[in-house]
T-cell receptor
């Protein structure tokens, strides 16, 4: 199985801060995705990447950016955190099936 | 654009009773369909998936789902529910196997003893 690691399980930030969420996979897979999970809304796609330096917007990219400088690492960036970005963030890697990271629960105060 | 609707936000069933969770999707071509389960505080676990072939798909933990193209549905079923099945269930659709997925809002299942 693919091991997907996210940099933090819990994170508390203040409004206006720049926030970095990192996702690292242990194999050489191309397809990586960032979702946020909110009650009643399921998982919504923020950004995805099919290769190094490549990124595509998902359904809700506003307020976010991403970086993929190495194949194993896909970073989600909140340029200026806002309270409506309080959520659970999930990184997903695809290798024959989707493998989910443990999630980062971000609280923006 | 693809979309998924899970009409039931909460469902409560008695232990031993049968279960059906509804999922309706919108997609222009033949979809790739998935059901995931998330227990409290846990990550998402794949229950089953449909790509092609037999429209009745068997999954783990005794679950099955049936793809009905005419109804744009992919409902999840289990003949006899166990207390450990209490969790949140998500239906998802994708354009192909490695593609981004669109998820429904989820159905929270509670099981009465």
């Amino acid at each position: 199985d693919v091991k997907v690691t996210q940099s933090s399980r819990y994170l508390v930030k203040r409004t206006g801060e720049k926030v970095f969420l990192e996702c690292v996979q242990d194999m050489d897979h191309e397809n990586m995705f960032w979702y946020r999970q909110d009650p009643g809304l399921g998982l919504r796609l923020i950004y995805f990447s099919y290769d190094v330096k490549m990124k595509e917007k998902g359904d809700i990219p506003e307020g976010y950016s991403v970086s993929r400088e190495k194949k194993e690492r896909f970073s989600l960036i909140l340029e200026s955190a806002s309270t409506n970005q309080t959520s659970m963030y999930l990184c997903v890697v695809y290798k024959n099936e989707q493998f989910f990271g443990p999630g980062t629960r971000l609280t923006v105060l | 654009a693809q979309s998924v609707t899970q009409p039931d936000i909460h469902i409560t069933v008695s232990e031993g009773a049968s279960l059906e969770l509804r999922c309706n999707y919108s997609y222009g071509a033949t979809p790739y369909l998935f059901w995931y389960v998330q227990s409290p505080g846990q990550g998402l676990q794949l229950l089953l998936k449909y790509f092609s072939g037999d429209t009745l798909v068997q999954g783990i933990k005794g679950f099955e789902a049936e793809f009905k193209r005419s109804q744009s549905s992919f409902n999840l079923r289990k003949p006899s529910v166990h207390w450990s099945d209490a969790a949140e269930y998500f239906c998802a659709v994708g354009a192909y196997a490695g593609n981004m997925l669109t998820f429904g809002g989820g159905t929270r299942l509670m099981v009465k003893p």
